[in-house]
């Protein structure tokens, strides 16, 4: 915790720095940090958005969850979600704004390898307890997921292939469901491995279709 938060604003790593602060030595700092972030020497690193990470997922395994969430801001969130999409091809657009006819919507990050769309919303949250903000969350990136899918169809980019489109809410712990009201609940540290097996053809996950929104909408 304290080297997340040392290393907060792109400041370089101080092993001394962080030994004072938890009363250890240099040394011990090292040993511990080294393996963690692949380093021999880690003082005067300047970490990564995924080194941040690595050491927020250990942080919150020894129950830092609160910690964590203050000393990692929204921006290294999203920009975290962006990279792991990008590692497994998928092109990626953050902080999209749709409109339908009565409102706008933001979507955090989009990411696109067709004929599959994620449509993410990165909840940077202190606590797991609260189902009741999930399920407003997941209704709103729902309806957010619809007004995508009306826009990209009346721009001509929706393919002859389809589109599917997942709502997705990806969350700083683990949720106590995957699945809430139809949208996809993901923790932040499981989000690679959901990555590496996703298909728009998966029965189990909550796809939108292109086809049955515009007839919806038609209608």
Request: contains cysteine.
């Amino acid at each position: 915790m304290e080297t997340l938060k040392h290393t907060k604003g792109d400041d370089l790593l101080s092993t001394r720095d962080i030994a004072d602060r938890v009363k250890t030595t240099s040394e011990q700092v090292a040993l511990v940090l080294g393996p963690l972030l692949q380093l021999e020497d880690p003082t005067g690193a300047r970490l990564t958005n995924s080194a941040r990470f690595k050491l927020a997922f250990e942080a919150v395994r020894h129950g830092g969850l609160q910690q964590v969430a203050r000393a990692l801001t929204w921006q290294e969130f999203e920009a975290f979600t962006e990279e792991c999409l990008q590692t497994v091809g998928f092109d990626t657009q953050k902080g999209l704004i749709v409109k339908d006819d009565s409102r706008r919507w933001q979507i955090d990050v989009i990411a696109k390898k067709s004929p599959m769309i994620l449509a993410i919303d990165c909840k940077h949250w202190e606590s797991p307890g609260y189902e009741s903000k999930l399920s407003h969350a997941a209704e709103h990136q729902k309806l957010a997921v619809q007004a995508l899918i009306q826009q990209m169809a009346a721009r001509g980019e929706v393919g002859r292939e389809g589109l599917r489109a997942l709502p997705m809410i990806l969350t700083l712990f683990e949720p106590r469901s995957r699945m809430v009201d139809g949208v996809v609940a993901v923790a932040i540290e499981q989000f690679a491995d959901f990555l590496e097996g996703v298909s728009p053809f998966s029965r189990e996950l909550p796809f939108i279709q292109a086809q049955s929104v515009t007839k919806s909408s038609i209608s």
